[in-house]
């Protein structure tokens, strides 16, 4: 199972949008609804703000946003802030009933 | 509130063994499907293995099967996981991940427990 692709870096100044890319194949993520993402901070575990493509939990902020076209995922976060500096990492389940992650984005507020 | 708790990590032999462990609290352990989730250091996540909730189901990455072994024990709130014959490329922060509700999103994770391979 080869890693999703993803950017490895992306920056923005505060108050602006980003958006991160995660492709996959048909066999993941264009194959099911079930892409998730998460923010991790250095040395900190990784934290789920999007599930199932469009989802937030409870308690993320409405600034962060997902969406799905064909093989591709992508995440938006909006109004861009110091706190959101980290990394990104999407997850797809796969047609062999595992799961399989990106390889990260570095996220970086200017 | 949901908690996991890793433990089990430290610095072993190549070759040798370790079992992981994961502790749960704060739900009922035995309705959620559990993952294990690895990083090796400055590397990005790896996915490794989730388990069903009553156990029966387990699946696992291509890059550890048959050296990787998933477990619980829903009498003691445990999750486990056994790695066989360890290899330098197995040193990592091993996470141990409740589902969120669906069998299909790693919504709670631990912090997380390091291996490290050396002689």
């Known amino acids: 199972q080869s890693a999703l692709a993803q950017p490895a870096s992306v920056s923005g100044s505060p108050g602006q949008s980003i958006t991160i890319s995660c492709t996959g194949t048909?066999?993941?993520?264009?194959?099911?609804?079930?892409v998730s993402w998460y923010q991790q901070h250095p040395g900190k575990a990784p934290k789920l703000i999007i599930y199932?493509?469009?989802y937030r939990p409870s308690g993320v902020s409405d600034r962060f946003s997902g969406s799905k076209s064909g093989n591709t995922a992508s995440l938006t976060i909006s109004g861009l802030q110091a706190e959101d500096e980290a990394d990104y990492y999407c997850?797809?389940?796969?047609?062999?009933?595992?799961?399989?992650f990106g390889g990260g984005t570095i996220l970086t507020v200017l | 509130q949901v908690q996991v708790v890793e433990s089990g990590g430290g610095v072993v032999q190549p070759g040798r063994s370790v079992r992981l462990s994961c502790a749960a609290s704060?739900?009922?352990?035995?309705?959620?499907?559990m993952h294990w989730v690895r990083q090796a250091p400055g590397k990005g996540l790896e996915w490794v293995a989730v388990?069903?909730?009553?156990?029966?189901?387990?699946y696992y990455a291509d890059s550890v099967k048959g050296r990787i072994t998933i477990s619980r024990d829903n009498s003691k709130n445990t999750l486990y996981l056994q790695i066989n014959s360890l290899r330098a490329e197995d040193a990592a922060v091993y996470y141990c991940?409740?589902?969120?509700?669906?069998?299909?999103?790693?919504?709670?994770w631990g912090q997380g427990t390091l291996v490290t391979v050396s002689s």
């Open positions: 048909s066999s993941d993520v264009g194959g099911y609804n079930y």
């Open positions: 991940a409740r589902d969120l509700f669906s069998g299909v999103v790693m919504g709670y």
């Open positions: 199932d493509v469009t």
């Open positions: 997850s797809s389940y796969t047609s062999s009933r595992t799961h399989v």
């Open positions: 388990i069903s909730y009553d156990g029966i189901n387990k």
């Open positions: 704060g739900f009922t352990f035995s309705s959620f499907d």
